[in-house]
Protein backbone atom coordinates (compact mmCIF):
# COMPACT_ATOMS: atom_id res chain seq x y z
CA UNK A 1 0.00 0.00 0.00
CA UNK A 2 1.67 3.30 -0.92
CA UNK A 3 1.62 6.49 1.45
CA UNK A 4 -1.04 8.26 -0.41
CA UNK A 5 -3.60 4.86 0.20
CA UNK A 6 -2.09 5.45 3.90
CA UNK A 7 -3.20 9.06 3.79
CA UNK A 8 -6.31 8.47 2.12
CA UNK A 9 -7.72 5.91 4.45
CA UNK A 10 -6.55 7.89 8.05
CA UNK A 11 -8.86 10.68 6.91
CA UNK A 12 -12.34 9.30 7.31
CA UNK A 13 -10.90 7.73 10.54
CA UNK A 14 -9.84 10.99 11.89
CA UNK A 15 -13.07 12.78 10.50
CA UNK A 16 -14.73 10.50 13.04
CA UNK A 17 -12.79 10.44 15.85
CA UNK A 18 -13.65 14.27 15.88
CA UNK A 19 -17.01 13.45 15.10
CA UNK A 20 -16.78 11.01 18.03
CA UNK A 21 -15.42 13.47 20.56
CA UNK A 22 -17.81 16.03 19.87
CA UNK A 23 -20.72 13.83 20.87
CA UNK A 24 -19.16 13.11 24.01
CA UNK A 25 -18.47 16.12 24.77
CA UNK A 26 -22.22 17.52 24.16
CA UNK A 27 -22.96 14.30 26.29
CA UNK A 28 -20.43 14.88 29.37
CA UNK A 29 -21.30 18.94 28.86
CA UNK A 30 -25.19 17.89 29.48
CA UNK A 31 -24.44 15.29 32.35
CA UNK A 32 -22.56 18.27 34.25
CA UNK A 33 -25.11 20.72 33.91
CA UNK A 34 -27.67 18.36 35.09
CA UNK A 35 -25.51 17.01 38.04
CA UNK A 36 -25.35 20.63 39.59
CA UNK A 37 -28.89 21.34 38.85
CA UNK A 38 -29.31 17.93 40.67
CA UNK A 39 -26.89 18.70 43.66
CA UNK A 40 -28.56 21.77 44.08
CA UNK A 41 -32.16 19.73 45.02
CA UNK A 42 -30.72 16.91 46.33
CA UNK A 43 -32.58 17.30 50.00
CA UNK A 44 -35.75 17.60 47.32
CA UNK A 45 -34.89 14.37 45.37
CA UNK A 46 -34.13 12.35 48.79
CA UNK A 47 -37.12 13.31 50.29
CA UNK A 48 -39.06 12.05 47.18
CA UNK A 49 -36.96 9.07 46.95
CA UNK A 50 -38.32 8.38 50.96
CA UNK A 51 -41.67 8.41 49.55
CA UNK A 52 -42.44 4.83 49.28
CA UNK A 53 -40.80 4.31 52.76
CA UNK A 54 -43.38 6.81 54.29
CA UNK A 55 -46.00 5.03 52.27
CA UNK A 56 -44.91 1.19 53.84
CA UNK A 57 -44.68 3.27 57.77
CA UNK A 58 -48.40 4.88 57.30
CA UNK A 59 -48.88 8.00 57.14
CA UNK A 60 -49.16 8.47 61.07
CA UNK A 61 -45.67 7.13 61.47
CA UNK A 62 -42.84 10.02 61.83
CA UNK A 63 -39.65 7.86 60.13
CA UNK A 64 -35.91 8.37 60.69
CA UNK A 65 -33.01 8.17 59.19
CA UNK A 66 -29.53 8.47 60.37
CA UNK A 67 -25.94 8.52 59.15
CA UNK A 68 -23.19 7.81 61.12
CA UNK A 69 -20.40 8.83 59.42
CA UNK A 70 -19.65 13.25 59.15
CA UNK A 71 -19.75 12.88 55.46
CA UNK A 72 -21.71 10.12 54.73
CA UNK A 73 -24.41 12.46 53.72
CA UNK A 74 -22.46 14.38 51.80
CA UNK A 75 -21.69 11.92 49.67
CA UNK A 76 -25.55 10.40 49.24
CA UNK A 77 -25.69 13.89 47.93
CA UNK A 78 -23.28 13.67 45.59
CA UNK A 79 -24.41 10.01 44.61
CA UNK A 80 -28.37 11.33 44.15
CA UNK A 81 -26.66 14.21 41.71
CA UNK A 82 -25.07 11.69 39.80
CA UNK A 83 -28.08 9.35 39.78
CA UNK A 84 -30.76 12.15 38.76
CA UNK A 85 -28.40 13.95 35.79
CA UNK A 86 -27.92 10.41 33.97
CA UNK A 87 -31.35 10.08 34.61
CA UNK A 88 -32.48 13.15 33.33
CA UNK A 89 -29.45 13.69 30.29
CA UNK A 90 -30.21 10.42 29.00
CA UNK A 91 -32.32 11.63 26.12
CA UNK A 92 -29.57 14.15 25.21
CA UNK A 93 -26.95 10.90 25.24
CA UNK A 94 -28.94 8.84 23.32
CA UNK A 95 -29.55 12.04 20.64
CA UNK A 96 -25.93 12.27 20.64
CA UNK A 97 -25.36 8.15 19.73
CA UNK A 98 -28.44 8.36 17.55
CA UNK A 99 -26.51 11.48 15.69
CA UNK A 100 -22.94 9.76 15.60
CA UNK A 101 -24.37 6.57 14.17
CA UNK A 102 -27.36 7.83 12.09
CA UNK A 103 -24.94 9.06 9.06
CA UNK A 104 -23.63 5.54 8.15
CA UNK A 105 -26.98 3.73 8.05
CA UNK A 106 -29.28 3.54 5.22
CA UNK A 107 -32.95 5.68 5.48
CA UNK A 108 -34.80 2.64 6.44
CA UNK A 109 -32.00 1.47 8.82
CA UNK A 110 -33.00 5.06 10.14
CA UNK A 111 -36.24 4.41 10.25
CA UNK A 112 -36.06 1.03 11.96
CA UNK A 113 -33.52 2.15 14.68
CA UNK A 114 -35.62 5.38 15.84
CA UNK A 115 -38.09 3.75 17.62
CA UNK A 116 -36.14 1.75 19.61
CA UNK A 117 -34.28 5.03 20.97
CA UNK A 118 -38.08 6.09 21.98
CA UNK A 119 -38.67 3.01 23.47
CA UNK A 120 -35.48 2.47 25.52
CA UNK A 121 -36.18 5.87 28.04
CA UNK A 122 -40.11 5.04 28.23
CA UNK A 123 -39.13 1.24 29.14
CA UNK A 124 -37.07 2.30 31.80
CA UNK A 125 -39.27 4.74 33.40
CA UNK A 126 -42.06 1.91 33.73
CA UNK A 127 -39.73 -0.15 35.65
CA UNK A 128 -38.60 2.75 37.53
CA UNK A 129 -42.67 3.39 38.32
CA UNK A 130 -42.87 -0.04 39.19
CA UNK A 131 -40.41 -0.01 41.82
CA UNK A 132 -41.14 3.14 43.26
CA UNK A 133 -44.76 3.09 43.66
CA UNK A 134 -45.15 -1.19 43.96
CA UNK A 135 -42.05 -2.97 44.62
CA UNK A 136 -40.20 -0.52 47.45
CA UNK A 137 -43.18 -0.43 49.62
CA UNK A 138 -44.14 -3.54 49.91
CA UNK A 139 -40.02 -4.24 50.46
CA UNK A 140 -40.34 -1.69 52.76
CA UNK A 141 -43.30 -2.70 54.74
CA UNK A 142 -41.96 -6.42 54.98
CA UNK A 143 -39.18 -5.32 56.81
CA UNK A 144 -40.48 -2.99 58.87
CA UNK A 145 -42.68 -6.35 59.74
CA UNK A 146 -39.44 -7.47 61.98
CA UNK A 147 -39.77 -4.55 64.23
CA UNK A 148 -40.36 -5.32 68.07
CA UNK A 149 -41.43 -2.61 70.30
CA UNK A 150 -40.75 -3.64 73.56
CA UNK A 151 -44.23 -5.63 74.55
CA UNK A 152 -44.16 -8.42 76.99
CA UNK A 153 -40.50 -8.23 77.94
CA UNK A 154 -39.04 -8.14 74.65
CA UNK A 155 -35.89 -6.38 73.98
CA UNK A 156 -36.69 -3.46 71.62
CA UNK A 157 -35.87 -3.43 67.85
CA UNK A 158 -36.10 -0.70 65.58
CA UNK A 159 -35.56 -0.19 62.26
CA UNK A 160 -33.24 2.95 61.53
CA UNK A 161 -31.77 3.29 57.91
CA UNK A 162 -28.88 4.91 57.23
CA UNK A 163 -29.10 6.96 54.82
CA UNK A 164 -26.51 5.41 52.50
CA UNK A 165 -27.55 2.29 52.74
CA UNK A 166 -31.66 3.57 51.80
CA UNK A 167 -30.45 5.09 48.95
CA UNK A 168 -28.23 2.40 47.77
CA UNK A 169 -31.64 0.10 48.10
CA UNK A 170 -33.33 2.15 45.70
CA UNK A 171 -31.08 2.82 43.90
CA UNK A 172 -29.70 -0.47 42.92
CA UNK A 173 -33.53 -1.48 42.43
CA UNK A 174 -34.20 1.27 40.43
CA UNK A 175 -31.23 0.73 37.92
CA UNK A 176 -31.98 -2.91 37.75
CA UNK A 177 -35.97 -2.79 36.96
CA UNK A 178 -34.67 -0.28 34.54
CA UNK A 179 -32.35 -2.04 32.53
CA UNK A 180 -34.46 -5.53 33.09
CA UNK A 181 -37.36 -3.62 31.78
CA UNK A 182 -34.95 -2.98 27.84
CA UNK A 183 -35.52 -6.78 27.38
CA UNK A 184 -37.53 -6.26 24.59
CA UNK A 185 -35.64 -3.76 22.85
CA UNK A 186 -32.57 -6.03 23.16
CA UNK A 187 -34.63 -9.09 21.72
CA UNK A 188 -36.42 -7.52 18.74
CA UNK A 189 -33.23 -5.94 17.88
CA UNK A 190 -31.63 -9.41 17.75
CA UNK A 191 -34.62 -10.37 15.92
CA UNK A 192 -34.66 -8.03 13.24
CA UNK A 193 -31.00 -9.05 12.44
CA UNK A 194 -31.81 -12.77 12.50
CA UNK A 195 -29.62 -13.32 15.47
CA UNK A 196 -32.44 -15.28 17.33
CA UNK A 197 -36.17 -16.17 16.08
CA UNK A 198 -39.48 -16.87 18.08
CA UNK A 199 -39.05 -20.34 17.78
CA UNK A 200 -36.12 -20.68 19.44
CA UNK A 201 -37.13 -18.24 22.36
CA UNK A 202 -39.89 -20.52 22.87
CA UNK A 203 -38.04 -23.63 23.17
CA UNK A 204 -35.63 -21.49 25.88
CA UNK A 205 -38.50 -20.51 27.83
CA UNK A 206 -37.70 -22.93 30.03
CA UNK A 207 -33.85 -21.65 30.99
CA UNK A 208 -35.69 -17.92 30.45
CA UNK A 209 -37.44 -19.28 34.08
CA UNK A 210 -34.38 -20.02 36.14
CA UNK A 211 -32.57 -16.73 34.52
CA UNK A 212 -34.81 -14.47 35.47
CA UNK A 213 -35.12 -16.15 39.07
CA UNK A 214 -31.66 -15.72 39.39
CA UNK A 215 -31.35 -12.24 37.84
CA UNK A 216 -33.61 -11.05 40.69
CA UNK A 217 -31.61 -13.00 43.29
CA UNK A 218 -28.49 -11.45 42.36
CA UNK A 219 -29.95 -7.70 41.72
CA UNK A 220 -32.45 -7.43 44.47
CA UNK A 221 -32.27 -7.49 48.49
CA UNK A 222 -32.36 -11.10 49.85
CA UNK A 223 -36.39 -10.65 50.46
CA UNK A 224 -39.13 -12.50 48.47
CA UNK A 225 -40.91 -9.17 47.33
CA UNK A 226 -37.98 -7.97 45.57
CA UNK A 227 -37.53 -11.07 44.36
CA UNK A 228 -40.27 -12.05 42.64
CA UNK A 229 -40.84 -8.32 41.89
CA UNK A 230 -38.45 -8.35 39.46
CA UNK A 231 -38.58 -12.38 38.39
CA UNK A 232 -42.21 -11.55 37.31
CA UNK A 233 -42.38 -8.51 35.02
CA UNK A 234 -39.23 -10.44 33.43
CA UNK A 235 -41.05 -13.02 31.92
CA UNK A 236 -43.50 -11.41 31.02
CA UNK A 237 -41.49 -9.24 29.33
CA UNK A 238 -39.88 -12.06 27.79
CA UNK A 239 -43.49 -13.17 26.43
CA UNK A 240 -43.77 -10.09 25.37
CA UNK A 241 -40.23 -10.31 23.39
CA UNK A 242 -41.71 -13.34 21.76
CA UNK A 243 -44.77 -11.51 20.53
CA UNK A 244 -42.32 -9.02 19.26
CA UNK A 245 -39.98 -11.37 17.48
CA UNK A 246 -43.56 -13.07 15.85
CA UNK A 247 -44.30 -9.98 14.15
CA UNK A 248 -40.94 -8.89 13.00
CA UNK A 249 -40.95 -12.53 11.37
CA UNK A 250 -44.71 -12.23 10.07
CA UNK A 251 -43.04 -8.82 8.47
CA UNK A 252 -39.73 -10.32 7.11
CA UNK A 253 -41.83 -13.04 5.56
CA UNK A 254 -44.32 -10.56 3.52
CA UNK A 255 -41.80 -8.26 2.22
CA UNK A 256 -39.73 -11.07 0.87
CA UNK A 257 -42.87 -12.44 -0.81
CA UNK A 258 -43.42 -9.40 -2.12
CA UNK A 259 -40.44 -8.86 -3.61
CA UNK A 260 -40.18 -12.64 -4.62
CA UNK A 261 -43.39 -12.20 -6.50
CA UNK A 262 -42.34 -8.55 -7.64
CA UNK A 263 -39.22 -10.11 -9.68
CA UNK A 264 -41.42 -12.98 -10.56
CA UNK A 265 -43.76 -10.18 -12.26
CA UNK A 266 -40.74 -8.66 -13.91
CA UNK A 267 -39.13 -12.14 -15.49
CA UNK A 268 -42.63 -12.79 -16.66
CA UNK A 269 -42.88 -9.23 -18.25
CA UNK A 270 -39.33 -9.51 -19.94
CA UNK A 271 -40.29 -13.15 -21.41
CA UNK A 272 -43.14 -12.05 -23.03
CA UNK A 273 -41.66 -9.15 -24.52
CA UNK A 274 -38.26 -11.38 -25.41
CA UNK A 275 -41.42 -13.78 -27.39
CA UNK A 276 -43.24 -10.81 -29.44
CA UNK A 277 -40.11 -9.51 -30.22
CA UNK A 278 -39.40 -13.18 -31.61
CA UNK A 279 -42.80 -13.58 -33.51
CA UNK A 280 -41.83 -10.32 -34.88
CA UNK A 281 -38.69 -11.24 -36.31
CA UNK A 282 -39.94 -14.43 -37.52
CA UNK A 283 -42.92 -12.38 -39.34
CA UNK A 284 -40.43 -10.04 -40.87
CA UNK A 285 -38.44 -12.74 -42.26
CA UNK A 286 -41.05 -14.42 -43.57
Given amino acids: MSQEDIEASSAPLIEHLIELRSRLVKAVIAIAVFFVVCF ?89 CLVYFVVMPLAMGFFLTMQQFGDNGQVTIELLPKVSEYLGLIMTLIFAFGFVFQLPVV ?17 KRKY ?5 FVAAAVLTPPDPISQLGLA ?51 VKTS
Avoid at 94 to 107: N, R
Fill in 187 to 203: ITLLARVGLVSADGLKS
Fill in 208 to 212: AVVAA
Fill in 232 to 282: LPTLLLYEVSIFAAVIIERQRAEREAGLTEENGDTGKSVSTKDNQDSDEDG
Fill in 40 to 128: IFADDIFNLLVVPFERAAGEDTNIKLIYTAPQEYFFAQLKIALFGSLFIAFPVIATQIYKFVAPGLYQNERGAFLPYLIATPILFVLGS
